[in-house]
């Protein structure tokens, strides 16, 4: 069995996690190198959700009943959680939403119907780039597109990190709002944050950052990465599917409009007008994520107690060992960085003239599921002249048998198509 220094215990890890002692396909064990997509969830997050199902189940905030009394206690519980793993000034700070995109959506929305000094319009410019998500990009496009903004993006580099040769001339004095990814779901860049944050503040751009496939990862201070938002996803991060989390600062979040109207994000209503509750309600329209809150609550706890910094040298690891071996089957083409410096763990690549659905199918047979496409990320595809990539993703229970796995597959794959 192949050590690597820095690794955890994963086959503890692994016991809590019931979905890995899966069989597929006539008994063949499940290797699962599909977490940027989304993660397996622990027992401890499935029996959070089953208790909450089972003993607390009741709408919050205004009941006086104590099942009211008590999913309130554990939602707003949950907020607290959120707020310590990321190193949030104020609980009020965190907003929960369905997912990131939901998040992303809500700050381009925000903006778009703001006053002064906040108003995106046809006088100015949004800057994003050319790796984002398309949950990163469609927002700012609308958003262009019913404002008369102008859009731009940073380009990248042959080696898949953005190009900032000209961040003087991408970023001016026009710019709004600067949104980027913290790391890319597709090429695993890790990005320079404090660069772009620091170039956007010399001109007063508000910075949002999409941590989709950080938060997950690595120690999350919002405090020190200096920007306005923040938004990531819970079903990334051992948590539920449903439950999002977007942060902002708090005085942004007083001066700006809300998204959706509703019941709960309002202080009074009448027939002529209406008054909001302060943040974070203002922007939780109608009954939350209720049960996905807990779950994301469980889920950071789980995080927590093993530790972020330990999670991330263990994936640092796994990277390292899984470019290695990759960089050895023939024909196959890291799309992004090629080492594992500044690097996630996600490595998506090309296989000669194989197509990757056709890897990604014959790989499943042999029981390894990996993801297959554009990533919602087409634009980096077209940069790279390539239809589409196969993509391998690790989480903390991943181990270097599985990377021995996959490049076992792969060389299946090569003699399946000759």
């Not at 029996?47 to 006086?64: K, Q």
């Amino acid at each position: 069995m192949t050590q690597l220094p820095g690794l955890l215990d994963t086959e503890a890890i692994r016991k809590d996690f019931p979905i890995l002692d899966r069989q597929v396909h006539d008994g063949r064990k499940l290797v699962y190198l599909d977490n940027a997509a989304t993660s397996q969830k622990p027992r401890q997050v499935l029996d959070a959700l089953s208790e909450y199902y089972e003993r607390y189940n009741a709408n919050v905030h205004r009941g006086v009943h104590v099942l009211a009394e008590e999913a309130t206690a554990l939602y707003e519980g949950a907020r607290d959680k959120v707020a310590a793993f990321i190193n949030a000034p104020s609980r009020d700070e965190v907003i929960f939403t369905k997912n990131a995109s939901e998040s992303l959506n809500l700050v381009a929305n925000m903006l778009g119907w703001a006053d002064e000094p906040y108003r995106v319009d046809s006088e100015t410019e949004i800057v994003i780039t050319e790796m984002e998500h398309h949950s990163n990009i469609v927002p700012w496009q609308l958003l262009s597109q019913r404002t008369g903004a102008k859009l731009k993006w940073f380009g990248l580099t042959d080696d898949g990190r953005l190009d900032l040769s000209n961040i003087d001339e991408i970023i001016t004095e026009k710019t709004k709002i600067v949104s980027f990814v913290l790391v890319s779901n597709i090429l695993g860049t890790v990005n320079p944050v404090e660069a772009i944050v620091r170039r956007a503040q010399e001109v007063g751009a508000l910075v949002c950052i999409d941590a989709s496939q950080a938060a997950p990862h690595m120690p999350m201070d919002v405090q020190a990465l200096q920007a306005d938002f923040v938004a990531f996803t819970g079903h990334k991060m051992c948590g539920p599917t449903g439950i999002g989390v977007l942060w902002g600062r708090q005085e942004l979040l007083e001066d700006l409009p809300p998204f959706l109207g509703g019941g709960e994000m309002i202080e009074t209503v009448s027939m002529h007008s209406s008054t909001y509750a302060p943040a974070p309600h203002k922007f939780e329209a109608g009954t939350p994520p209720i049960a996905q809150a807990v779950g994301l609550g469980a889920a950071i706890d789980y995080l927590s107690a093993i530790g972020m910094d330990k999670i991330l040298a263990h994936e640092h690891a796994i990277t390292e060992y899984a470019v290695r071996r990759l960089t050895e089957v023939p024909d196959l083409r890291i799309i992004g960085p090629a080492t594992a410096e500044d690097r996630g763990a996600a490595i998506s690549f090309t296989l000669g003239d194989i197509h990757p659905h056709d890897v990604g199918q014959v790989l499943d047979e042999q029981g390894i599921a990996v993801r297959v496409g554009h990533h919602c990320a087409r634009p980096v595809c077209l940069r790279y002249g390539i239809p589409a990539t196969t993509r391998a993703s690790f989480y903390l229970y991943s181990t270097p048998a599985e990377i021995d796995a996959l490049v076992d597959g792969l060389e299946h794959v090569r003699n399946f198509f000759g």
